[in-house]
């Protein structure tokens, strides 16, 4: 286990980056402030545009800017446009 990162030692981290050598599935989790920016390759920048604590469950909001090739969804419009796929065909 590495301790710095608390993970398993099949992994190693290059600045943010978390990369898994065994082929699996890895999540990098960030704090980040009001206007700082997430950095996707060179097309596509994640930028926190407010975060709202004055409600029941706090809010935070974001923003995307990336090229029009790529569809970007919201979880829940995405499973739907799935599930229309695959009952189409």
Do not use: F, W
């Not at 997430?38 to 800017?65: H, L, S």
Request: charged letters at 35%; one cysteine or more.
């Amino acid at each position: 286990m590495n301790h710095e990162s608390g993970r398993n030692d099949d992994c190693h981290i290059e600045s943010d980056r978390i990369e898994a050598i065994n082929g699996d599935t890895d999540m990098l989790v960030l704090a980040r402030n009001v206007g700082q920016k997430i950095r996707i390759n060179d097309d596509i920048e994640i930028i926190i545009t407010a975060v709202d604590c004055a409600r029941d469950r706090p809010q935070v909001k974001v923003g995307i800017q990336a090229p029009r090739c790529h569809r970007i969804d919201r979880e829940e419009i995405y499973l739907k446009r799935k599930a229309e796929r695959e009952t189409c065909g």
